[in-house]
């Protein structure tokens, strides 16, 4: 028996911070692509479910279009049960617009709802957000009860916190210890990531789909899960079309513009122009050298879906050949040295000084 464990698919997520209007419709419908080519994978590979382990959708603002592609691409499916467990961003939208709901399209609710396949157990509980949260969570914890005999299957939403019950929505692993779990199928985080729960299970999120930001940098996807006697077997699949990436470039000893652009394009040289990039700038360098974050954007950006800059580097501040240069900038840093500041102000002041001579703008 084969099953998909996804979750944090976040359709209709507006992702409009930084993408263009045009870029962010794209992005919103490339996400429900990936949900349609998961499911499609599904069916070429015989799963008989797939677990939504939470936030299916990103708010309560759902595209009526969105709304029908979803119970389409259900309800062309009926070999594929979903198993759908709301996350802390679903809402009863998406379910309350529809006529009817699909014979294939299974609910929890916020006790332990379980659903039978043979000797396969699908135990799953949704999670109330909010105050309550967490004495929910310690008695659906207290009240799990699973036969040894059967494989045994667990959806929940929310944060693993190994040893703790404290603040809302976590999940503490050590009271499901012991419980007869084979695969715990998470959802909330939005990376990969799999441990083992005991001698006998494991704990998984399976991450989004596609990543939305920096902060979902990465290969995203789905598992899939092959039951066996002798329990779980999963496997994490990459299915994501563009990729979040920061990129960190070390511009120490460049000496010249031509060396730190030839820096830059080594660093990108093997990344697909489909994903979206975050160059951070680091190092120390000549304060006559300091990248321009616009220029250095204009310069590389056209050759990705989106690149922004971040320079973090710190100047090298050679005392000497500015206290002796017979200019303005010369005279300036000669008052800051002579004055009573700390050392620490004083190379602050100092690169302050010498960006805004040389006509940088300030944020």
């Known amino acids: 028996m084969k099953l998909i464990h996804c979750a944090d698919i976040h359709l209709d997520s507006k992702m409009d911070s930084y993408l263009t209007g045009e870029q962010a419709k794209e992005r919103r419908q490339e996400i429900l692509e990936a949900f349609a080519e998961m499911v499609d994978y599904g069916q070429k590979q015989g799963v008989s479910a797939i677990l939504l382990a939470g936030d299916v959708f990103d708010t309560d603002w759902i595209l009526r279009s969105t709304a029908r592609q979803v119970e389409h691409i259900i309800r062309a499916h009926p070999q594929i049960d979903f198993l759908y467990l709301r996350g802390n961003h679903d809402t009863d939208r998406f379910l309350s617009g529809l006529e009817s709901i699909p014979a294939n399209l299974k609910q929890f609710g916020t006790d332990w709802t379980t659903y039978a396949y043979g000797e396969t157990q699908i135990t799953g509980a949704e999670i109330l957000p909010g105050e309550g949260a967490q004495e929910q969570i310690r008695n659906l914890c207290d009240t799990l009860q699973l036969k040894p005999e059967n494989i045994n299957i667990v959806m929940l939403h929310g944060q693993v916190v190994p040893g703790s019950s404290a603040g809302d929505e976590r999940i503490p692993l050590g009271m499901l210890a012991g419980k007869n779990i084979d695969y715990l199928a998470l959802g909330h985080i939005h990376g990969y990531r799999k441990e083992l729960l005991d001698a006998r299970g494991s704990w998984c999120y399976s991450g989004c789909l596609e990543g939305r930001g920096f902060d979902e940098c990465g290969p995203k996807g789905f598992v899939v899960l092959s039951v066996e006697e002798s329990g779980v077997l999963s496997q994490f699949v990459v299915s994501s079309r563009r990729q979040f990436r920061q990129i960190s470039v070390d511009l120490t000893g460049c000496r010249t513009m031509d060396e730190i652009e030839q820096a830059i394009r080594q660093a990108l040289l093997r990344i697909p122009s489909s994903d979206l990039v975050r160059l951070v700038l680091e190092g120390r360098v000549d304060p006559d050298l300091e990248p321009n ?27 000497n050949r500015f206290f002796q240069e017979n200019s303005i900038r010369g005279e300036f840093v000669r008052l800051v040295l002579q004055s009573d500041l700390s050392e620490e102000d004083k190379e602050k002041v100092i690169l302050c000084g010498i960006r805004a001579l040389s006509g940088e703008e300030f944020e």
């Open 293 to 319: 974050d616009r220029s250095i954007q204009k310069m590389f950006g056209i050759g990705f879906y989106y690149l922004e800059v971040r320079t973090q580097t710190h100047p090298i501040l050679e005392r």
